[in-house]
């Protein structure tokens, strides 16, 4: 039983090894996270969750277990929760280097707050709650996998912007649009500049998982020939 001598409790082999346990399970959720997210080709893939999981784990076990070889001195104490109170701080600053304006489009939130919750997570198989860390991360894979397209539906709002140089706008405008509303009801033309050469510039708001722009550019650029620049 644990508990008869602290020390050997802790540091002894048996222990060890759960909370080593500890870490590989954590990182396992981890990488199923981060999974999702590269195959949405986002800023933070597999690796940047994993790390941010492993690494959240293993500070909450250094916090409420690391410093027991010390509390047997008079006038010692510890804070268990004082290092896992800054992980939540410290998380932060690697979220926000994942926020980028791009287009005057604001990118990065949704992989900025996964990584803040991937940490979470991490803490929670630090302190031994598995079941709990097990839900949440199948919790935020339903999240960001199940309800990725269903949200943007239901908020009414464009995933993001793309702008298209059209040669010979007046001919070919109509038609392109045509064909993406085929695909996206919802795409809509947010500005549209005629240049002088009789090109249009517009710029359109859409959903790339059904317009297929972000994935492979090189395949949308050679499907309109008349598309002489695509800058997403």
């Known amino acids: 039983m644990y508990g008869q001598n602290l ?8 222990f060890q090894g759960e909370l080593v346990l500890r870490l590989i399970v954590s990182c396992l959720a981890g990488a199923v996270i981060g999974y999702e997210r590269r195959k949405r080709e986002k800023v933070a893939g597999m690796r940047t969750h994993i790390i941010a999981a492993l690494a959240s784990t293993l500070f909450s ?5 690391s410093y027991f070889d010390v509390v047997m001195y008079d006038g010692v104490s510890i804070d268990a929760s004082r290092i896992a109170a800054n992980i939540v701080t410290g998380i932060c600053f690697l979220g926000a280097g994942m926020i980028i304006l791009k287009n005057k489009t604001i990118k990065g939130l949704t992989t900025s707050a996964g990584i803040w919750a991937v940490s979470a997570i991490g803490m929670a198989f630090g ?12 919790i935020m894979i339903f999240i960001q996998y199940t309800l990725h397209n269903s949200l943007d539906n239901f908020e009414g709002r464009q995933a993001t912007e793309c702008f298209l140089v059209i040669q010979d706008g007046e001919k070919h405008m109509e ?9 996206d009801e919802s795409i809509r033309v947010m500005s549209l500049t005629k240049e ?22 090189w395949s949308f650029m050679k499907g309109y020939p008349y598309v002489i620049s695509c800058n997403i």
């Open 127 to 138: 302190n031994g709650m598995y079941i709990l860390a097990l839900s949440s991360t199948v």
């Open 7 to 14: 020390f050997n409790d802790i540091f002894g082999l048996p």
């Open 175 to 183: 038609e392109l649009l045509e064909d993406l509303k085929k695909k």
């Open 61 to 65: 076990i250094c916090s409420k277990y």
């Open 196 to 217: 002088k050469d009789g090109n249009y510039a517009v710029k359109i708001g859409y959903h790339p998982d059904r317009i297929g722009i972000d994935k492979d550019v």
